[in-house]
């Protein structure tokens, strides 16, 4: 669901690796990519093609379907042709995609019946309050982990059931078949119309708000509410397992072994594989998991409980998620909206021209409040202004908020699983922001770690196929392929971090309220 | 012939001035230079201060161009862009050498230290961001000191201490070491620094060929230099990442 912004760069190819390798399909938001890992997890060749973001009305986003597959294939060619390598020489597939993006098609032609429907859509607002009837936001929670909000896969099927005629009376007849990205790339990898399995795996049909978290199926009751036909459904799998073989292109005759939501991902590549381990990714938006084994726990405050992955037959394991809805993109506001530097890297240099924030605070509502207040009536504050702030400190002001943000969902998590964090496991582009990493672990009193492999979300698809072909044995073995590329530790004293805290839970104070007929 | 302004004139040839040869210069040499009036060059020259485009050493008095130039030329390069632009490099350079990789820009008299990625091994290590490393005895700034022209002028002009007994301080044997450098594309420090520590740097070049920085590996000498001499394919593996940094900010194949 993230995607890193102008700070990242990927290596085109490098020759340095023999083989075998394990090649990564990651359908984003924005682009699609495909990397080849070697056995040390080492990136041995990328390619990248973006795609067509589609805007019918204000708060609609659509991806074309078809785009999206041609795009995978073309890339995955790429990045073979990029390693000098061939189909031979990679041993399996993995699969990681954005989250909740929705789309339907048909199971003969296998042409979309609608351009899919993005998770950063908001059309299903309205139905998903209608959805919570008597009982609001949280009916389905208990089962699914998730508050009925218009991200998930569920009430955007349920959409395009009402609004694409004629789609509904064909879906009860079977013709139609659902899928989020990674079922869709699967579908097609495996043939298709010709074949294709219909799939998905764990992490990603708890993105849907249709699968029950205990017993990991779908969920009748939930599908009767929502009106949902369950032939349209692909087949729940866990995320280490050969789904079928590739039909065609430059991988055909290779397994396809993984699928994981593009966070859970993160969470694998990152070998977050013990209760209370815990990693960020800083991207535009960013998205903090924490592993909290292998019973789902309930959130009382505010997080997302979804399934973290599942190897094979193994037991289930469980994460808490929580997502702070603007951190690069507040970069790219201090960037493009108020022109106070001209690219996102700088922002540590005018920030670091001062030693504190002066007394200001920066708290990015720009759309409401997320995890974990959840309070849509809220926007944006600048707060504690004085004759005396500059420029820097508002880039300060700015980096903190992010590191703010990341202590409040930390804390939300400690609270609701009782577990401690020890460290905090950080990756995507703004782990080249060495104040803003030095920040987060100052506000968190804990270590801040970067491993050594950017592309956390890519291997962690390409282990999970790894392990599915026996190309690694265990997830020991994984353990071992990291390293530690750095560490921050905090330098902050306590009562500096009390009183900055207490500060900055005023300014959020201040932001609450602002929309006042909000519907 | 159209009019034109004189002041203005006179500007543009301090600034010539100031970016030939002798880089820094004092108010007697620039005003003598051009056959200005004392009081006539120190008004431009401060004009030219307030708009950044000369700076004043606070030590000696004498005027050098200043940072708004470079920022003009559009060359400037802020070093956490850098930082960024090289991640994923020096991560790559961290790994296939098994050592820890620091990546340095010239700033006032030594090379500060703005990346640093650790060794890739389990051990403790501390980030070494925003220290500083001597300009004479570093691999990375004997790569400034040979590349980057302020830099050679503060290594040249400052003082070289001693070391250790390998530390090279003398003004004629450093500008050869200077010179080697510049014919074979990176720099080495086999115990110049640190005993026991040997490392190897290379530089890195923005798409206008400027030397903005230096990248290299440092490790003990055992691994990094064994039996006297320095491992071949480390000196490729940071030339490299070099190469595919500056290549990133703009740099054409070189």
């Known amino acids: 669901m993230t995607d890193t912004q102008d700070y990242a760069s990927t290596p085109g190819a490098a020759s340095h690796s023999h083989g075998p390798f394990i090649a990564s399909m990651d359908q984003g938001t924005t682009s699609s990519r495909c990397i080849v890992f070697d056995r040390d997890g080492s990136i041995v060749a990328v390619d990248q093609k973006e795609h067509e973001q589609i805007f019918p009305k204000p708060g609609w986003v659509e991806h074309d379907g078809a785009e999206i597959w041609a795009n995978v294939q073309e890339v995955t060619d790429g990045a073979i042709a990029k390693a000098g390598i061939t189909g031979a020489d990679v041993k399996a597939i993995g699969i990681t995609n954005q989250r909740e993006t929705t789309l339907l098609w048909d199971r003969k032609t296998g042409e979309p019946v609608h351009n899919a429907l993005v998770w950063q859509d908001t059309r299903t607002d309205a139905l998903c309050k209608e959805l919570g009837r008597n009982v609001g936001p949280d009916r389905f929670r208990r089962e699914t982990g998730l508050p009925l909000a218009s991200y998930f896969a569920g009430p955007k099927i349920r959409w395009l059931l009402d609004n694409v005629a004629g789609l509904r009376a064909r879906a009860e007849a079977g013709e139609i078949l659902f899928g989020t990205m990674d079922s869709w790339v699967i579908w097609n990898l495996t043939g298709g119309p010709d074949g294709g399995v219909h799939v998905t795996d764990v992490t990603n049909a708890s993105r849907t708000m249709l699968m029950n978290l205990s017993t990991l199926d779908w969920d009748e009751r939930i599908l009767a509410s929502m009106e949902i036909p369950a032939a349209v459904l692909p087949e729940i799998r866990s995320s280490a397992e050969v789904y079928g073989t590739a039909a065609g292109g430059a991988l055909a005759g290779v397994p396809v072994a993984s699928a994981l939501g593009d966070q859970q991902a993160a969470l694998f590549g990152q070998t977050c594989f013990a209760k209370g381990e815990a990693k960020s990714t800083y991207g535009t938006g960013s998205f903090l998991l924490m592993n909290t084994g292998s019973a789902p726990v309930n959130s009382y405050n505010g997080l997302l409980t979804t399934v973290g992955y599942r190897i094979g037959d193994q037991a289930p394991v469980y994460a808490l998620e929580g997502s702070i809805a603007v951190t690069g993109s507040l970069m790219q506001w201090m960037r493009d909206q108020m022109g106070l530097i001209n690219s996102a890297a700088e922002i540590e240099t005018l920030a670091s021209s001062v030693e504190d924030n002066g007394g200001a605070y920066v708290v990015p509502a720009f759309s409401g409040l997320f995890a974990p207040y959840w309070r849509a009536d809220a926007r944006g504050v600048i707060a504690g202004l004085t004759r005396y702030v500059t420029k820097a400190h508002i880039a300060r002001a700015v980096l903190e908020a992010t590191a703010w943000q990341t202590r409040e969902i930390v804390d939300a998590m400690t609270k609701d699983s009782g577990v401690e964090l020890t460290a905090l496991k950080v990756d995507g582009g703004m782990t080249s922001n060495n104040l803003l990493m030095q920040t987060i672990s100052d506000v968190l009193d804990a270590p801040v770690v970067r491993p050594m492999v950017a592309e956390a979300t890519a291997l962690g698809a390409a282990y999970a196929a790894g392990l599915a072909v026996g190309f690694w044995p265990d997830t020991d073995a994984l353990r071992a392929n990291w390293r530690r590329a750095a560490e921050w530790t905090p330098r902050m004293e306590a009562d500096v971090r009390d009183r900055e805290y207490k500060n900055w839970l005023k300014a959020v104070e201040r932001t609450m309220g602002w929309i006042e007929d909000e519907e | ?254």
């Open chain 2, 1 to 254: 012939m159209a009019r034109t302004i004189q002041s203005l004139e006179r500007a543009v040839a301090m600034l010539r001035l100031l970016a030939g040869g002798e880089r820094r210069l004092g108010l007697s040499d620039i005003a003598s230079s051009l056959d200005l009036a004392k009081g006539t060059a120190h008004g431009i020259l401060r004009t030219l201060q307030q708009e950044g485009f000369v700076e004043q050493d606070p030590a000696s008095g004498r005027y050098q161009l200043g940072a708004e130039l470079l920022r003009l030329g559009n060359s400037y390069l802020d070093v956490h862009e850098l930082r960024a632009r090289a991640l994923v490099w020096a991560d790559d350079l961290a790994r296939s050498s098994g050592e820890s990789v620091y990546l340095g820009v010239l700033h006032q008299q030594g090379v500060l230290i703005v990346h640093h990625v650790f060794r890739p091994d389990d051990s403790r290590q501390v980030l070494d961001v925003g220290a500083m490393q001597p300009l004479h005895s570093t691999a990375l700034g004997k790569v400034l000191s040979a590349y980057n022209p302020v830099a050679h002028t503060e290594a040249v002009e400052g003082e070289r201490t001693a070391f250790t007994p390998r530390t090279v301080t003398g003004a004629a044997d450093f500008e050869g070491v200077l010179d080697l450098i510049r014919a074979r594309g990176w720099a080495a420090d086999v115990e110049e620094t640190w005993d026991g520590v040997a490392s190897v740097a290379a530089p890195i070049h923005d798409r206008r060929r400027m030397p903005v920085g230096a990248v290299g590996v440092t490790g003990a000498v055992e691994r990094v230099c064994p039996e006297g001499s320095l491992r071949p394919e480390l000196i490729a593996a940071v030339r490299d990442c070099a190469r595919a940094v500056s290549r990133d900010l703009g740099a054409g194949r070189f």
